[in-house]
């Protein structure tokens, strides 16, 4: 039976639920958004933010519920239908070709015609146009490759636009992205809600949400639980909400660690991405490694786990020369190496979380050349436990929501103790709950023993985590900080390169 159709404008949706099969997922959401408004939509991991975004952008349908966009029945049978219908989802990942241009990227699939071929100036004059709206200066002809991840997220907001979305949802927008970085995705996001645009926020950065949202929804389990029509919010509030109990988020100081250098990196350089890197890493230390989107961080670790080659430098490990630049080499002195990318290189989604798992280790599981599907499933268990994965492991990981799926990467490069463990960006897309719970397993590695090395974007998190942290500037080590001597004020002041200040500051992109 349809309720009567609300009178107002906006998105209205009453008693939303969903279910895959027998699982709940949503249950009787509903829920208000008004034009040139941002709901900020919190919740933990596998609470239902992004099924419910999904039902609101087409992607799924509902199984029970109605929803009304602007007094109008809505229901959406495609993303497609739904952007016809003026509701624009931005997905956390950016899904562009870098070998095309920008504006074929913005038009892909539906370029312009004219007289039976592609109007490529129509193209690139709207192209332009929506990159300005935006307020990003860039030129529509040039290739996607090479640009930096905001630019890129830029283009994806610029890709929904061209639509004239009058609604937008943004599903954890800036999980990839530096905190500067981000400050531009809020920008954009201000500039559309001052044209009247109404937009769904979802982060598990509270700090983004408390600037940014006009109003706040928190969901649990697949319920509402908490509805806050105005800010600001108690940032310990939210917390609360999401957590269905009162809980402090604190960063506990690592263990002392132990005199011991288990890793030792001299001049390491690779030309054309990084140079003169040097520390000595103690057994038990948690080395956060600090700086800005395109600082290198990640080609630094790449290069010590031998994803990479380095032209330049020396690594020991126990005093012993590691052969740089294959990942075998690296493994089998005991480097792991778990990556930022949990979805491109981390996990396959398609298989199962225990499959997923033992992926690594399924030369040491076989027998007689066979790995037998109980002891997947038994080193599966034993992980899911130890790390506290919420979920079926024997479900595809694709269906495990973002944090959880952080999680089973850990566990994954976790199934034996490594002497080094780097880890990049361990918490992205992961919950205030979850995170603890991954600060407390790299605090426990180190304090067993286990020379660790976290990149982080996250400027609290590095912080709070390690007991010295080296920051990096495009490319060069500008400073090693020992946990009392690493404010944020003098870390950002060498991420940003203190030294040549005014190179940073130019526009780049
Ligand atoms: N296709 C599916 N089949 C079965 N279960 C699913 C499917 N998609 C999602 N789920 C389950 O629905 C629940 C909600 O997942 P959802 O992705 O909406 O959470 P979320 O709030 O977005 O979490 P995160 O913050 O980690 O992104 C999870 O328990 C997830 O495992
Ligand atoms: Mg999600």
Redesign the pocket.
């Known amino acids: 039976m349809l309720d009567a159709a609300p009178a107002t404008s906006g998105l209205v949706c009453r008693n939303l639920s969903k279910s895959f099969g027998p699982v709940k997922v949503l249950r009787n959401i509903n829920l208000e958004l008004r034009p040139g408004s941002v709901l900020g939509l919190i919740g933990e991991?596998g609470a239902g933010?992004?099924?419910f975004?999904n039902i609101i952008a087409g992607v799924l349908s509902p199984t029970e519920g109605q929803i009304w966009l602007d007094g109008a029945p809505y229901q959406p049978h495609s993303p497609s239908d739904a952007l016809d219908r003026g509701v624009a989802l931005i997905h956390?990942e950016i899904r562009l070709l870098p070998g095309l241009s920008v504006a074929e990227n913005l038009f892909l699939g539906r370029q312009p015609v004219r007289a039976g071929r592609i109007d490529r100036a129509a193209m690139i004059e709207e192209s332009a146009a929506v990159l300005a709206a935006l307020g990003v200066r860039l030129d529509p002809r040039r290739p996607v490759r090479g640009l930096s991840m905001a630019t890129q997220q830029s283009i994806e907001i610029a890709k929904a636009l061209l639509r004239r979305p009058r609604y937008v949802i943004f599903?954890?927008p800036t999980a990839s992205l530096g905190e500067s970085d981000a400050a531009l995705i809020f920008e954009q996001i201000d500039r559309l809600r001052a044209r009247g645009t109404g937009i769904i926020y979802?982060s598990h950065r509270l700090d983004e949400i408390g600037h940014l949202a006009d109003g706040i929804v928190c969901l649990r389990d697949g319920q509402k639980v908490a509805d806050w029509p105005t800010v600001p919010v108690p940032k310990q509030e939210l917390i609360n909400a999401m957590v269905g109990r009162a809980f402090v988020f604190q960063h506990e100081a690592p263990a002392p660690h132990r005199a011991k250098v288990a890793l030792s990196v001299r001049d390491l350089g690779r030309a054309g991405a990084f140079r003169g890197i040097g520390f000595d890493l103690h057994e038990g230390e948690i080395l956060g490694l600090a700086g800005l989107v395109g600082a290198r961080r990640t080609d630094v670790v790449r290069a010590l786990a031998g994803a990479d080659r380095a032209d330049t430098g020396e690594v020991r490990l126990d005093g012993i020369p590691l052969a740089l630049g294959t990942p075998r080499a690296a493994i089998d002195a005991g480097i792991v190496m778990v990556p930022e990318d949990r979805k491109g290189l981390g996990l396959n989604l398609d298989r199962s979380a225990s499959a997923n798992i033992t992926l690594p280790w399924e030369a040491g599981l076989a027998r007689g050349g066979l790995v037998r599907p109980h002891d997947v499933e038994r080193m599966g268990r034993a992980q899911r436990s130890r790390f506290d994965i919420r979920g079926r492991m024997e479900l595809a990981v694709g269906a495990m929501?973002?944090g959880n799926q952080q999680k089973v990467l850990l566990a994954k490069w976790l199934v034996r103790d490594p002497r080094v463990f780097i880890v990049d960006e361990p918490t992205r897309?992961v919950d205030v709950g979850a995170k603890m719970a991954i600060y407390q397993i790299i605090r426990d590695l180190a304090a067993s023993g286990i020379a660790v090395i976290v990149v982080s974007s996250e400027l609290e998190e590095v912080l709070g985590l390690s007991h010295r942290v080296l920051v990096m500037s495009e490319g060069r080590q500008t400073g090693i900080l020992t946990r009392n001597e690493a404010t944020p004020t003098r870390v950002m002041a060498l991420a940003v390169g203190e030294p040549t200040r005014r190179d940073i500051l130019q526009p780049t992109g």
């Open positions: 991991n933010k992004s099924t975004n956390q599903d954890e979802v929501s973002g897309g």
